[in-house]
């Protein structure tokens, strides 16, 4: 599975969760909090997979 699908689909999924933690009576810190780590993890991995794409792309 690339990378780059990986990633995208965690964006996705956090910004469906964030809205439904909106909607739901949460902490607000604790929705920032998670909405920031799983933002944090999909950009690392769409960082990873462009890395590793250029990698890919000298080598050829």
Do not use: C, W
């Amino acid at each position: 599975m690339p990378i780059f699908l990986i990633a995208g689909i965690i964006e996705f999924v956090t910004i469906i969760s964030f809205i439904f933690m909106l909607e739901s009576n949460l902490d607000f810190v604790l929705v920032v909090v998670v909405f920031l780590v799983l933002s944090m993890l999909s950009t690392t991995l769409f960082l990873v997979g462009i890395r590793k794409n250029n990698h890919y792309q000298k080598n050829k």
